[in-house]
């Protein structure tokens, strides 16, 4: 079953433009909403959190908008440049457990083009 | 840098071998997390240990085991290898305080296994 929906797969954006990747998660029980950022040949990296009592959470060019409502959050690029070509991951997980494992989205692959 | 390491980087198995896969974690971080990954698809958690016991489980079956240790290293042995297994493998870990929670994650640039 997969908890955490991702889409779209691929993504092309034009240098200075605005990249948005969507989730969808299932399990209400979540509370703590990442999107990690991962590099060919690297790990996974955090860029930005959200917890469902805010619905949006601003990082210089990155912002997460949650809507707790409709179980979905978005992670907005804005001013796209080359360098954010990547693949981006959403996430989710229960912090209230000393277990706190993360369940990854399918991966969005992001080209920004000059 | 992230401080986690991993080694090795690249291995190649046969199927129904074992294999043994290692990390090693910043000072303090006593809770580490292994996550398979493969070919274009997100983590999936296999099992999390604290302060060398594990204290949680993903959907994967027992020939799947880990071992920590004290000086913030740690094991993921996989055996009877399945073609399946082929991933990208994943150490994270992070300071945890009791139960291992809170902190960022730290994860490793992984060790890709290939089995034939």
């Known amino acids: 079953q997969q908890q955490v929906k991702q889409s779209p797969q691929s993504l092309i954006v034009q240098k200075g433009g605005i990249s948005i990747i969507n989730c969808a998660y299932e399990n209400t029980a979540f509370d703590y909403f990442p999107w990690y950022q991962q590099f060919p040949g690297k790990g996974p990296a955090l860029l930005i959190a959200i917890r469902p009592d805010v619905s949006e959470k601003k990082e210089g060019r990155f912002t997460i908008s949650f809507n707790k409502s409709a179980k979905q959050f978005s992670l907005h690029i804005m001013d796209s440049q080359p360098g954010d070509s990547a693949t981006y991951f959403c996430?989710?997980?229960?912090?209230?457990?000393?277990?706190?494992?993360?369940?990854f989205g399918t991966g969005t692959r992001l080209t920004i083009i000059p | 840098e992230t401080g986690v390491t991993q080694s090795p980087t690249h291995l190649i198995k046969t199927r129904g071998q074992q294999v043994t896969l290692r990390c090693s974690s910043q000072s303090g971080h006593n809770t580490v997390s292994w996550y398979q990954q493969a070919l274009g698809q997100g983590p999936q958690f296999i099992f999390q240990y604290y302060r060398e016991e594990e204290n949680g489980r993903g959907n994967f079956p027992p020939r799947f085991s880990g071992l920590q240790f004290p000086n913030y290293s740690s094991e993921l042995n996989v055996n009877a290898l399945e073609l399946d297994d082929s991933a990208l493998y994943l150490c994270a870990s992070r300071p945890g305080t009791s139960g291992g929670r809170g902190g960022e994650l730290f994860f490793g640039e992984g060790s890709r296994l290939t089995v034939l």
């Open positions: 996430a989710a997980s229960i912090r209230g457990f000393g277990n706190e494992k993360l369940t």
